[in-house]
């Protein structure tokens, strides 16, 4: 597992044995480094870590209740750490829509009834997305983006991208269907993907940045009601036109050890 939202308490069916059991088994697991409940990120900070190629930056989305949730992974694979919040300064302050006849997404009728907050937090990752690609010159090979709840395996993501290329267009995590992903388990994109995003490829001044262009759909025009992950997705899709990959190794909820 890379990434999750939740884990779960053991059963109260369980028994002393059983814990026992699992407890041994979390240390071998842990050992082989496919789990990280339980063990202080610190324990990564060492030189077979320092000798991957990849660059990675890390961004974490929350609330200033939980500001220094991430603070402690600068010490691991990452080569910058983002925390965004809505006293971020610099960021794009969030705009409240007004008319909900425009700017719906198809499935959303059920979430109208939230609070202003809950839908100004909703657009705090593109907002947090345009003011990295506005301060960050030279982009990673690949940007991990997670909710402040998120536990991180940064082991398990540096195999993962072992195997992939940040040159081709990916996006990402624990799909719902086909079209976005839920952001409660993390998402990953490539460099391609990212270059994409913040327009790298046209003349300073030409146009403006792609991703800015979708956080003002999503501050009042036709994503104004969207929910974050589908406004992720649908401005990742307009851009570079792919649909999100899958990966057992983010998951929203986790029932495990």
Known sequence: MIASRQIRSLSRRSTHTMCVIKCIA???????????IGISMSHFHSPYFRRFNSSIDLISIGTVNRKDAHAECLQTIFRRTFLYNEESPGVEKCVVCKSKSFGRHPTNDAWFWKSDGWWCAQKRPLAALV?????TKILPNWLLVVDDDTFINPLSLKLLLRSLSSSELLYMGDTIGTEFIAGGGGWLISNAVMEALKGS???RGNSEMPVKSCLAKQQGGSMCWYHSDWAIASCILTTCNIQPTHSPLFQQYSSTL
């Open 201 to 203: 490829h046209n003349v």
């Open 26 to 36: 979390t240390a071998i697991i842990c050992f082989v480094g496919t789990c990280l």
């Open 131 to 135: 003011h990295y690609f506005e301060s």
